[in-house]
């Protein structure tokens, strides 16, 4: 039986040498470092740094790069520029509408705090930023809702316990339509850094089970992985095709897009 593998999806670009080196002692297998992708200077030093972080870590080091879209038709861009750079597209969610639009991306790989909704909750329902059709295209798609500790552990009072009510919503609805849950430190500093452990029991208390908070710093974070290496792989032509031998015939450059 092979040991499972750990990933943390969604750690800023800051102080990354030192987080490194902290997830190295929490027992992480692989860690993707994130930026703004409009603030592309910044993300070019990102691009920079990864190649010498990666000589000097024994973890797998993957690029994330954040959009924050106004409109379908620039999420589509932007997710396609961003693919030429990065590892895993992560869309900042918020609103209702916003969040229908990453779901409806393919190109997008996870959505980020989706619970950031500025309408208040009703009175038997929250405005988690997630509803049925959300989650429906997002299990299609293979498009992780995230749940993000970093929104608790910066959350105070009504607030946090609103965040956390709106997280359990969406752990509800995300295993009605078996989308993936991945559970990130969304670590802005070193002191934000936890261990896969400590985030199952987040998990678990956001209404997941012991299988599903476990599956989401392991099983259902691969997942996203391996979407980012299908992408990139030439050998998958489109999802559920792949090519065993190329024979005499050249390998075809691979699209980084529209091959789903």
């Known amino acids: ?9 969604h750690v800023t670009y800051e102080d990354s040498e030192h987080k490194l080196k902290i997830a190295e002692k929490l027992e992480w297998n692989g860690i993707c470092l994130v930026e703004d992708f409009s603030n592309f200077e910044k993300f070019e030093n990102l691009l920079t740094d990864a190649e010498k972080l990666r000589q000097d870590s024994s973890l797998e080091i993957l690029i994330g790069a954040s959009i924050g879209p106004e ?3 620039e999420l589509r861009k932007l997710s396609r520029n961003a693919l030429k750079y990065a590892d895993i597209i992560l869309v900042d969610g918020g609103d209702t509408e916003i969040n229908r639009m ?8 996870i959505l980020s705090h989706p619970e950031r909704n500025r309408e208040k909750d009703f009175m038997r329902q929250r405005n988690s930023g997630i509803n049925d059709v959300i989650a429906k295209l997002m299990a299609e798609k293979c498009i992780a809702i995230e749940f993000n500790f970093n929104e608790i552990l910066n959350s105070r009072g009504m607030f946090r316990s609103r965040v956390i009510g709106r997280m359990r919503q969406n752990v509800r609805l995300a295993r009605k339509y078996n989308a993936p849950m991945i559970l990130t430190t969304g670590a802005t500093d ?12 987040i998990g678990k208390t956001l209404g997941m089970t012991d299988k599903e908070a ?3 710093v392991s099983t259902d974070a691969l997942r996203i992985v391996q979407k980012s290496r299908d992408r990139k792989n030439p050998d998958i032509l489109m999802k559920g095709l792949r090519v065993v031998d190329w024979g005499e015939q050249e390998k075809r450059k691979k699209r980084t897009y529209g091959w789903y």
Do not use: F, H, I, Q
């Not at 990453?102 to 790989?109: N, Q, S, T």
């Open 71 to 73: 409109s379908p038709r």
């Open 214 to 216: 476990k599956s989401s």
């Open 1 to 9: 039986m092979k040991a499972a593998r750990y990933y943390d999806l």
């Open 190 to 201: 070193r002191y934000g850094m936890r261990s896969p452990r400590d985030l199952v029991a």
């Open 102 to 109: 990453a779901a409806e991306c393919w190109e997008v790989d």
